[in-house]
């Protein structure tokens, strides 16, 4: 807020896109819908699906390209993904950078800029964001190999990918795509050489790629957390422990314990932790 002139008003864009299924028994079609909404609403009124406070923007599309590398097919894919984004996103980046008159609830004209406060997606849509190879962290400087230290890294800022990317492109052809992906890897990038996010004013990975409970949260703590758990106590007593606990309205009593679930969704996880 304190970088917009004074007396604008703010309006958050939130995004949000995942891989999924269109089609099902007729050519088994995927794409990336692409969703919309405001940071500046209210979550309880958000969260209602019947409120329909995300619209849905387009559907990206997930082609399949006949080149016999499936590296150069997965860096084509890559940029097509960001390439779409900047054409569609393009009206809120203009908006972003000079402002716009928009009328309020109440027909009062407010000065607004349209700065990406979120993207809201899983882990490796996440990279894809960041434009960081997989097994890097996209938030933070940090590789696979450092994921365990105990303290946090700089953050992937943009100015940084950015100014990596400029090096990269002054000594290597980006549409030399084997060769540009070598180098890019090198440097712990994906081969994208054109984020849809460099020219989004107050914009920066580091800061909208805000975490996704289903999967950070909730997948992550089974995952290890209870994984850790029944390592450490043993299988037979978390499930004792679990089988004694008195039922909550709301929750899922496990009177068998979970050392032995099979086919956990998203809900059993939140439930378990």
Known sequence: QDQLPAGAT???TVLSSDKMNISAM??????????????NIDKSFQMKASNHAFLLLAL????????????ICSVLENRLFHTCLDFILAPLKTTATVGIMMSNPVGNLRYCFTPLASYIVDTPESALIAGVARKTSSVTMASYRQFGEP?????????????QLDALEQSHDPWDIKNYVTAALELHLNGIHRPFWR?????????????????????????????????VLGAAELDFRFSILHPHTTFQHFKEGISKLKQVTGRDHRDVQ
């Open 10 to 12: 703010l309006l958050g």
């Open 26 to 39: 007729t050519g088994g079609r995927m794409a990336h819908p692409l969703l919309l909404t405001l940071a």
């Open 199 to 231: 020219d989004w004013p107050l914009s920066d990975p580091s800061t909208f790629l805000t975490p996704e409970p289903l999967h950070h949260w909730h997948r992550m703590f089974w995952d290890h957390d209870a994984k850790w758990c029944i390592q």
């Open 60 to 71: 990206l599309p997930i082609l399949k390209f006949i080149h016999k590398d499936s590296k």
């Open 151 to 163: 303290f946090r890294h700089e953050p992937q800022t943009a100015s940084t990918t950015l100014a």
